[in-house]
């Protein structure tokens, strides 16, 4: 049973979205709650919950919430650890208080204040052996996508599957050998090497299959988004194509003869951020912070709440900080580009 | 200059490449290309990045018509050496007047031409994909492409340009750099093309080494797909620009080179084992390690051929224990720091992460399951003579990890599982190639046959 999320709601915390996602995201103190569902459910045909689902930040405690629809209705809470790679599976069968009848499914995380959860589903499963076959044969065929941590690890199919694909294929290989050996005994023969190797080689062909369907995958999504592109036009759609447009416009509007740019942002302190826009800059050499301001320093000034600039007065003022002389360069929406006179 | 420029620089730095190893590996018709090339084409681009640095040492700059005339010069000493030689009727030693009979038939012959198939479809693929994508994986732009970025801006290989120097080798950046001076303009997708058709290289290098021990080419065409496939590899290959795929091939083709040197005798396999260790500290300094490795090997190889030298063999024992107590004495005072690894003596508690990596995780296919279950069907073939020298290897290389991964400080940057396996993907080349080995060495006692 798929608990669709428009029927979720946040108890506590804030619901925010990140682009078409749903991003609930914990208080101040770190808590989010977030219901899942008001509907009646019986418990014992689903003896599982599935969250796709990834926190900003591993959460330091996570749980189950229900209350029962009979009786007393009292609420129930189930703590579990949550594994943080993308699917959260809850074995519930065996928790003494899931039974009956339940109103009311929620889930409670203890995170980092304002650290946000993108949900993307919550399944209730029920555990028949087709359902668990579909599952697995489901989970495997889940293509990867190219993330960034792709050079580091990588899932193969869907994250914390509920039967790992490797082990999986090389039990059924070795089972498969172990009955062919045996009937070759029977038969009076000695076991080939060459049955083996072969019964290694298909577990490995079987395995390089949902492989290759991933790399097909993402090459069909490469080609898509980059080819018959020039290199500018490829950045100006790739994931960090803000950042790019940032830096080819400060780069675009600087006098002749600068070598050095002062970044004035929220985001100064972002890594993923300034190490990017400081390579699309290079050569010129970008100063993360305004700390200090040179005479005749170039600003770039990019999402900045600390910091106003008048550009008619050719005034600039940060909030803890006297305020400069400037002339604007560049009037961009994304950025705006000042030299200090 | 575009695309064909970018073209040329491929050419010019196979060319380089394939004729200065043609002393080591030209034999006429017994000539296996594919080695050739497959060597060629590595040793060409790290000839390439000497050429550059040389060029810019001696001040001529860091230009791609230096870097040509660099290249042309040495292609044409390695074609005059190999001429020479030739003439002088110096082929490498103990290699056959002929190649064996090199076609399958029947369904074998299909079954080769599938895995042959698949395997320039995967190169093909990753190719394409390195070819699209703009720099991708974090350290790429972050480690690596300032470095390259700057020097290409600036033809300085002093400067750094505020960026910080992390001290690694230059052999990555001038590597991008020769691509983007081919181009005539910066493209950071295009000028990572390197690293695809180094996995490439390495695929048709270990099909032509596994045909040099005697795998018929089905089997050769198997390892060689087998290679091709390793989910780690091929990442490295899409997403291209770090230091591990380059060093992954520098090392295993060594590594392979070691091996076929093990089974032929061949002295020339053995040269090009250490002229390949020697290339794997210019990509990545761990890669001093790594070639390291290799030590053990040859000594188990050459213990086992020194005869009846009882007393040698004492000497040279004693001479190694030394030699291995002295550099302990010298790593521990220097508190066993290499870059920025520390050891210590308690193991740390990552055997779960390790486990996790290799075995659930796709990484490597079934590459351990297959090792683990190998070396338990077949340790007496591994531990025989004709192949202690590989598994030597093989367990200086896992010994290497299992010290850096249980007892260094490395752990510590596992929480997303950053390092471990970019430091195993560089074992996965010898890996693939000694599960050739055991397997053959047990093939040749073991067929179907009916019990006495």
């Known amino acids: 049973m798929r608990l669709s999320l428009e029927e979720a709601s946040v108890i506590r915390g804030e619901s925010q979205s990140r682009g078409s996602l749903w991003a609930p995201t914990a208080d101040a103190q770190g808590v989010l709650i977030i219901r899942l569902s008001n509907r009646t459910i019986d418990t014992a045909s689903f003896p599982t919950l599935r969250l796709t689902a990834l926190a900003d930040t591993q959460p330091v405690a996570a749980k189950l919430l229900w209350r029962q629809a009979d009786g007393p209705m009292t609420t129930f809470a189930k703590s579990f650890s949550w594994q943080g790679d993308g699917v959260e599976r809850l074995a519930l069968a065996s928790d003494p208080e899931w039974h009956g009848n339940i109103a009311g499914l929620a889930i409670a995380l203890w995170m980092q204040p304002k650290a946000g959860l993108l949900l993307q589903s919550a399944t209730l499963l029920p555990d028949t052996g087709s359902s668990v076959l579909a599952q697995a044969f489901g989970e495997w065929l889940v293509p990867e996508l190219w993330a960034e941590y792709s050079v580091n690890y990588l899932f193969g199919g869907a994250p914390n599957p509920r039967v790992p694909l490797l082990p999986a294929a090389f039990v059924i290989a070795a089972v498969a050998f172990v009955i062919y050996a045996w009937l070759a005994r029977r038969r009076g023969l000695r076991p080939s090497f060459a049955m083996g190797a072969i019964f290694a080689i298909a577990a490995w062909i079987a395995v390089d299959a949902r492989w ?18 020039t290199i500018d036009e490829k950045h100006r759609v790739a994931e960090d194509a803000r950042i790019y447009q940032v830096a080819e416009t400060i780069r675009r509007g600087l006098p002749n003869g600068v070598t050095k740019v002062t970044l004035v942002s929220d ?22 912070k305004p700390d200090p301001i040179d005479p005749r320093a170039v600003l770039a000034i990019v999402e900045s709440k ?36 | 200059m575009g695309n064909l420029g970018l073209a040329l620089t491929l050419l010019l730095s196979l060319a380089a490449g394939v004729a200065v190893l043609s002393p080591l590996l030209w034999n006429g018709a017994a ?17 390439t990045t000497l050429i550059m640095r040389a060029g810019f040492a001696a001040r001529l700059g860091l230009s791609f018509g230096v870097t040509a005339a660099g290249l042309v010069l040495a292609t044409a000493i390695g074609a005059a050496a190999t001429l020479l030689l030739r003439r002088r009727n110096v082929a490498p030693e103990g290699m056959p007047a002929q190649m064996p009979q090199s076609s399958e038939s029947g369904w074998r012959r299909i079954a080769w031409i599938a895995f042959v198939a698949i395997t320039i479809a995967r190169i093909g693929g990753l190719t394409l994909e390195a070819w699209w994508r703009p720099l991708f ?12 970025k700057i020097w290409f801006e600036t033809r300085d290989l002093n400067n750094f340009y505020g960026h910080f120097d992390n001290g690694y080798p230059p052999a990555i ?33 270990a099909y032509g080494q596994a045909r040099t021990i005697g795998a018929s080419p089905l089997a050769a065409s198997i390892v060689a797909y087998l290679l091709a496939s390793v989910p780690i590899l091929d990442a490295h290959a899409a997403l291209p620009g770090y230091a591990d795929l380059p060093l992954a091939v520098t090392f295993g083709l060594a590594a392979i080179a070691l ?6 005798d061949e002295p020339s396999q053995l040269v090009l084992a250490v002229l390949f260790a020697a290339m794997a500290p210019l990509f990545k300094i761990p890669g001093v390690l790594w070639s390291l490795t290799l030590v053990p090997a040859i000594l188990v190889a050459l213990y086992d051929r020194a005869g009846g030298r009882r007393a040698l063999r004492w000497t040279l024992a004693i001479v190694i224990a030394c030699l291995a107590a002295g ?7 220097r508190n066993f720091s290499v870059t920025l690894y520390e050891a210590h003596a308690a193991p740390n508690p990552t055997t779960g992460i390790v486990l996790d990596n290799y075995l659930l995780l796709d990484n490597y296919h079934l590459l351990w399951y297959l090792l683990v279950a190998g070396l338990v069907v077949w340790w007496r073939e591994a531990t025989a003579k004709a192949l202690r020298p590989a598994t030597s290897l093989i367990a200086a290389g896992v010994a290497f990890l299992a010290v850096s991964f249980l007892f260094t400080n490395s752990a510590a940057w596992w929480g997303d599982y950053g390092t471990i396996n970019r430091a195993t993907i560089h074992l996965v080349p010898a890996l693939v190639f000694y599960l050739l080995l055991i397997s053959r060495a047990s093939n040749s006692r073991s067929t179907t046959v009916p019990r006495s």
Do not use: C, H
């Open chain 2, 259 to 264: 091996f076929v040197w093990v089974v032929t």
């Open chain 2, 137 to 148: 994986p974090w350290d790429a732009w972050d480690i690596w492409g300032p470095k390259t």
């Open chain 1, 306 to 341: 600390n910091s106003s600039l008048d550009a008619a007065a050719g005034k600039f003022k940060l909030a803890q900080g006297p305020s400069l002389d400037v002339e604007t360069l560049v009037d961009d929406p994304l950025v705006r580009v000042v030299r200090v006179r």
């Open chain 2, 173 to 205: 950046n001038l590597m991008q750099i020769w691509a983007n001076l081919g181009l005539g303009n910066w493209d950071d997708a295009k000028m990572n093309i390197a690293w695809p058709l180094m996995l490439g290289a390495l695929v048709l290098a």
């Open chain 1, 267 to 288: 985001l100064a302190d972002t890594e993923l951020f300034v190490g990017k826009l400081r390579y699309y800059l290079f050569p010129l050499w970008l100063q993360a």
């Open chain 2, 31 to 47: 000539t296996r290309w594919q080695t050739l090339v497959g060597y060629g084409f590595a040793a060409g681009l790290v000839l």
């Open chain 2, 327 to 333: 550099g302990y004495l010298y790593a521990k005072q």
């Open chain 1, 212 to 229: 290759q369907l991933s790399l097909f995958t993402n090459l069909q999504l490469t080609a898509g988004k980059y080819a018959g592109k």
